[in-house]
């Protein structure tokens, strides 16, 4: 079993409302990171063809913040594969309605498991990474260390 990373990349696109946001009117961290869980959730399963849990959030960078009213663009593909588990790599960017202007504003790297219909981890097919995500992955991988 072979799939791209191209096949996994999912892409969510969310409103940052006030609900979402703290007293600065920037939106929460935890609420970056339940969409982060969620969209990386979709990559993996996209991927395995299979139900997946998180194992681990291996590394996030909160860059900068999210304000209300700010379009929070999410993309997410799978970057490399073990027997039952895979790497997803997430990059979160902020789009001004306004302006246009794009900024990134988080980072984040996590391992999910694909589980079988006993909730045992299960094979999934291995990934092939083209160029292109190779050196994003790399470059972020290298960035604010």
Known sequence: MIASAEQSKTIQTRLVLPSDTNHLGT????????????????????????????????????????????????EAFVYSTGRTSMKVFVKVETEDLFTGEHHLTTTCFLTMVAIDENKKPCPVPTVIVGEKEEQLVQYYLKANR
């Open 27 to 74: 939106i929460f961290g935890g609420t970056v990171l339940a969409y982060i869980d969620e969209i990386a959730a979709i990559c993996a399963m996209r991927h395995a063809r299979r139900a997946v849990v998180t194992a681990s959030i291996d590394k996030i960078d909160f860059i900068s913040s999210a304000k209300i009213g700010d379009i929070l663009k999410l």
